[in-house]
């Protein structure tokens, strides 16, 4: 049904009573259905119970009266439904239906009380009250909410009822009406109570619900005009357990942070993981300070996110302090890195402004209107001095009209022009300068300014120079180093291929530089090498080179000489023996006179038959040839020296090979006494190699000993002998042998010589006495303390010395009787013509009585004749080694050989 339009309506009320009425008028229909209900229970249950005292047609009557009510209010029930009012007009009108059906109820039930009401009853009566009272009663609760309505039901259900009861007479139903009234009064009071409540209560709900939809309202407006706002508008809490969340945030989140308001808003680590490392400390730092102190938060961070890009932002909040101790900032955060670039960008234009290049900036007109520090320092001008006046200032004169012309005509075609220029300090001083004009053009192409940068390039001119000479002379003699040489050469020989005129290479050495470094020191030695360059570059015409390749090696390089080898030769010889001449004069060094002596090779070169690298090779195999040949001498090169070379690296080549694939054999040349009877070995190297054959131990030791590979043949040689010496001591006819082994000059300094020496008699487990070790004088040379000290280690385990070819070179006395030694070798060289030559008898005469005097033993080697040990044993020598006794024989063969020998014995 339809709201009315016919109803009695009253002036508008204001708001306040339009909402009650219309809650009012909402809680009264709400509880419509039940009163149904109930009301038609009721009733059915008084008819049933007042039948058997009431007449038939009083109830049908009744039955009637109260259900008709109640179709006509759910009628109203419905069109309440379908209606859905909401005009405070509409409330009023539905509100006065409601009433009026209300009192249409009471006044069905105030006629039960006459159609029902049973005479001389009393029990039937009693429930007729207690039925009214109780539906009553049950009108307070769902009518309460509005005392008219409450009213129009109660006074008409009950009003009848004590009329009734009180028309009676009779004590019984006297007191029922009393209680009854009561009963009325009561109820009545209570629905104005409770009326009463209810409107103070929706009053202060309304109050309520209008002030949190104004609030609402306003965190809405808030909200939007925080979304609008650039960055981000938030609250920021920290709790005390140390955890943070943003409980408010607006949606600049998702652009700042990459992250949406509820991502932050109970946990805010999410926006700390973005933080730039670099910047977190700080940031925590900040933030721990204004919670501390509960001053404003002001703080510029850095973000970074996954893909690389940075951010900066800037925060500023006001804290305060909460209840449960938390701190609770409310702020703003807005990207400020546009403001940061531009900053940097400023800042690096002020510091290019300010940059090590002078900068002056000119109208178009050339007028000077700003300079920095640096046009200064390189100028002398102030920039008072200099704003206000045109570059002509700076005019060195230097430049004709022309070099000018062409400048300005490059500014006027590309707008720009640089180069060098010469100028004039404001002291009068000129220098040269490196100049880059730029003209700056307006947006409709006309030249506004000239901005130019100038470098003071004079002294960058002078360490060019300076580096061309480092990279190209040598810096203690200035002489051409290396690298000018192999220049000079190429041209030389594109020279010599074009005019076919010879060149020569002379490879200078100087002979005992390395001692003279050693005794003197190297301050000698420097100045030995400037004097050499001096004489050498004296020595030679001023076209040709004089070069330092490094330490005592030189190089002349004679040009243009004759189109004839031998002529070109002749020339080369004279230069020379003049440069050995004048290097053989003695030098000055400080206050001590020197004499030095060169060693010189010699090559010729024409055309490009050879490269550099081969004359330079083929000049320093001739100065070696020099060298070989005694030193202070010149050699020329040819090609058989170009084979010894070519050999020698071959056999280098096969040396290496041979440690690897263990080609090495050790062979064992008997010692004997004077009885004849075997004493021990000398342990022999040899090399069968697999395609040359045996090849000689002077060939291949020296070289062994170049490279540094005597150092582990050494080692396998010394642990081999001991691993045979082992072997031996497990039969009775070799026990009593022992073992001598050769240790190089190189093998005995090496710092762990003594304990490898030592580790292979651990291993081995042979009798130290066994072994001896044969020291050759080259030893003694240098470092005979250190020497005197690894003797003595291996002495004290047992181990005894002998002095290898003793008398073949420069001994020492003075060392001879402090080194530990056991025994001296008279070297093979004496023997061999000791019958014939009487130098050779006296030597080994001596080498004997100098070992008798000094308490050794002696040994002769190469003894090969009875009559060589004969006139030996007469003086003295009483140990032999040589053909006489035994040639070197493998391992297999000894045993035989001490058997046969023993057999002999």
């Known amino acids: 049904m339809n709201q009315p339009s016919a109803l009695p309506n009253t002036d508008t009320p204001p708001p306040e009573e339009n909402t009650m009425g219309a809650e009012q008028t909402r809680l009264l229909y709400a509880y419509l259905p039940s009163s149904f209900v109930i009301n038609v229970l009721l009733a059915l249950i008084l008819a049933a119970i007042q039948s058997s005292d009431v007449p038939a047609h009083s109830l049908l009557i009744w039955l009637a009266l109260v259900g008709g009510v109640q179709l006509a209010r759910t009628a109203l029930l419905l069109a309440w439904h379908r209606g859905q009012p909401v005009r405070a007009t509409g409330i009023a009108s539905w509100l006065f239906l409601f009433r009026a059906g209300v009192i249409a109820n009471g006044v069905a039930w105030g006629t039960g009380a006459w159609l029902l009401f049973p005479a001389d009853n009393i029990v039937h009566q009693v429930f007729l009250a207690f039925v009214v009272s109780g539906i009553c009663a049950g009108a307070i609760t769902s009518l309460a909410v509005d005392r008219l309505s409450t009213f129009g039901f109660i006074m008409p259900t009950l009003v009848p009822l004590i009329v009734q009861f009180t028309l009676e007479g009779d004590e019984h139903t006297t007191a029922m009406a009393v209680m009854v009234w009561l009963f009325l009064i009561f109820i009545t009071l209570n629905a104005a109570r409770i009326e009463r409540s209810f409107r103070e209560n929706t009053l202060l709900r309304i109050d309520a619900e209008k002030r949190e939809h104004s609030l609402e309202e306003a965190l809405n407006l808030l909200r939007k005009v925080a979304n609008r706002v650039p960055g981000v508008v938030f609250q920021f809490r920290l709790r005390p357990d140390g955890s943070s969340c943003f409980p408010f945030a607006s949606e600049g989140t998702r652009e700042l942070f990459r992250l949406s308001p509820e991502d932050i808003r109970e946990d805010a680590s999410g926006v700390f993981a973005i933080c730039h490392p670099d910047d977190y400390a700080a940031l925590m730092e900040s933030i721990r300070f204004s919670a501390q102190n509960l001053t404003p938060w002001h703080h510029e961070v850095r973000t970074r996110f996954g893909d690389g890009t940075e951010r900066w932002l800037f925060g500023n909040a006001l804290p305060q302090r909460e209840t449960d101790g938390s701190v609770l900032w409310h702020g703003f955060i807005t990207d400020i890195t546009e403001r940061k670039i531009a900053e940097t960008d400023l800042h690096i234009a002020a510091t290019a402004f300010e940059a090590q290049e002078g900068i002056l900036i000119a109208g178009a007109d050339s007028v000077i209107l700003r300079v920095n520090q640096s046009f200064t320092e390189i100028t002398g001008y102030t920039p008072e001095e200099a704003i206000g006046r045109t570059p002509r200032m700076l005019s060195s004169g230097r430049h004709d009209a022309a070099f000018y012309s062409a400048m300005w005509q490059s500014l006027l075609d590309t707008g720009t022009w640089q180069g060098e220029i010469w100028n004039r300090r404001k002291n009068g001083e000129i220098y040269l300068e490196w100049l880059i004009i730029t003209a700056v053009k307006g947006k409709t192409g006309e030249v506004t300014h000239y901005v130019a940068t100038l470098t003071d390039i004079t002294k960058r001119k002078s360490a060019e120079e300076q580096i061309k000479n480092l990279a190209y002379y040598d810096p203690l003699t200035h002489l051409p180093n290396r690298r000018l040489l192999q220049d000079r050469l190429q041209q030389a020989l594109a020279t010599s ?128 040839q020099a060298k070989a040949s005694g030193r202070n001498a010149l050699r020329f090169f040819d090609p058989e020296m170009q084979s010894v070379v070519t050999t020698r690296a071959a056999l280098e080549v096969d040396l290496r090979q041979a440690i690897i694939n263990e080609q090495f054999r050790l062979h064992y040349q008997p010692q004997a006494d004077g009885d004849g009877r075997i004493t021990g070995f000398e342990v022999l190297l040899r090399w069968p190699h697999p395609e040359r054959g045996m090849i000689p131990p002077d060939q291949f030791i020296p070289l062994s000993e170049e490279i540094g590979l005597i150092l582990p043949i050494g080692q396998w040689v010394l642990k081999t002998a001991c691993e045979q010496l082992e072997q031996w001591s497990a039969h009775p006819e070799t026990a009593h042998l022992t073992m001598s082994v050769n240790v190089s000059a190189k093998q005995f300094r090496h710092p762990n010589f003594v304990a490898h020496v030592l580790s292979v008699l651990d291993q081995t487990r042979i009798a130290p006495d066994k072994l001896k070790l044969e ?62 030559d009487a130098n050779d008898a006296a030597i080994a005469r001596t080498v004997v009585a100098l070992a008798q005097s000094l308490g050794l033993a002696v040994i002769a080697e190469g003894v090969e004749t009875e009559a060589q040990r004969d006139f030996l044993f007469s003086h003295g020598c009483r140990n032999y080694q040589g053909y006489l006794f035994g040639k070197p024989m493998s391992a297999d063969q000894i045993r035989a050989f001490m058997l046969s020998n023993h057999t002999a014995g």
Do not use: C, W
Request: aromatic share 6%; hydrophobic share 40%; glycine share 6%.
């Open 497 to 624: 291929s074009r005019n076919r005129r010879n060149g020569v290479i002379l490879f200078i050495d100087l002979d005992n530089f390395k001692t003279l470094n050693d005794t003197l020191g190297h301050d000698k030695g420097d100045m030995l090498l400037q004097q050499v360059a001096l004489r050498l570059t004296s020595s030679v015409r001023e076209g040709d080179t004089v070069a330092r390749l490094g330490g005592d090696e030189f190089v002349v390089m004679l040009e243009d000489l004759s189109e004839h080898v031998h002529e070109a030769a002749a020339h080369a010889e004279l230069v020379g023996e003049k440069i050995l001449a004048n290097l053989n004069q003695p030098y000055q060094l400080a206050e001590r006179e020197y004499h030095s002596t060169p060693s010189i090779g010699v090559t010729l070169f024409g055309g490009h038959q050879q490269s550099m690298d081969e004359l330079l090779k083929q000049a320093d195999l001739a100065m070696y």
């Open 775 to 836: 020291l050759t004088e080259s030893l003694l040379l240098h470092d005979v303390e250190d020497i005197i000290v690894k003797m003595t280690a291996l002495k004290t385990r047992g181990v005894s010395f002998s002095l290898d070819d003793f008398g073949t070179g420069y001994s020492s006395l003075s060392y001879l009787k402090r080194l530990p030694l056991d025994q001296l070798k008279i070297d093979q060289s004496f023997v061999r013509e000791v019958l014939t």
